[in-house]
């Protein structure tokens, strides 16, 4: 078997974490320490992040969607085949190196998606970007972290407490969904998406397509409208 090979390190703004992009052949890691957070065979459940969310919107015109984390641009690429042509994605992510990769040692799995007129890649912090926008998104889709009990940012700890899980329903628009993946369930987080205001489901998707890998988690919350 090839050996990993170590391409690149990211430091995560405002905190001490450090993220490495790794290489073996023609896959692709970013780990955190000895915790892989991402890989380029596992994109089921990324891609399911957006599916899931296009499905509860609806066929709506020129649908906006936030998508918290470039990553791999699993969910991305999924967000462009599903919400239609018309659609407006706006990628938040909090790491330059991330960006950066896209276009540079990760571009034999982004291909050209970034390329599209109508995404939009910013180099910030999605909270920060939902708090600034009322009733702005019809879709806002989180794959920060591991999820609610993430590991690699305290700071994320923030993004799904009840205080911002209500700022980020005043940032949809009626009927708009927030979508949040997970790599385990929460049934904290779950009951904190109810109080917030949303209609909640709780579904288990598997890592890789075709229903194969670890099981991961899809909190799907619908805003009244």
């Keep these: 078997m090839k050996p990993w090979i170590h391409l690149d390190t990211a430091n995560v703004p405002g905190d ?26 596992l994109s089921g459940s990324e891609e399911a992040l ?21 990553g791999m641009g699993f969910t991305l690429r999924a967000a462009q085949a599903c919400f239609g042509p018309d659609r407006e994605l706006v990628v938040a992510e909090l790491v330059p190196e991330i960006i950066a990769w ?52 305290e700071q994320n700890d923030k993004l799904y407490g009840l205080k911002s899980l209500r700022t ?28 917030a205001g949303f209609a909640v489901e709780e579904i288990k998707v598997r890592a890789r397509s075709g229903g194969r890998g670890a099981r991961h988690v899809i909190w799907l919350g619908k805003k009244p409208g």
């Design 16 to 41: 001490k974490t450090q993220l490495k992009l790794m290489q073996r052949g023609d896959e692709f890691s970013i780990m955190l320490g000895t915790n892989e957070l991402m890989n380029s065979r």
């Design 50 to 70: 957006a599916t899931l969310s296009a499905e509860r919107v609806g066929n709506r015109p020129q649908p906006r969607v936030l998508i918290g984390g470039l």
């Design 102 to 153: 896209a276009r540079g040692p990760l571009t034999p799995v982004f291909g050209t998606c970034l390329d599209d007129p109508r995404v939009r890649v910013v180099n910030d912090d999605v909270g920060k970007v939902i708090a600034a926008r009322k009733a702005a998104f019809d879709a806002i889709l989180l794959d920060v972290d591991n999820g609610p009990d993430g590991v690699s940012r």
């Design 168 to 195: 980020s329903l005043d940032a949809l628009r009626p009927g708009g969904v927030l979508a949040v993946w997970s790599a385990h369930p929460s049934e904290p987080f779950t009951k904190r998406l109810a109080t």
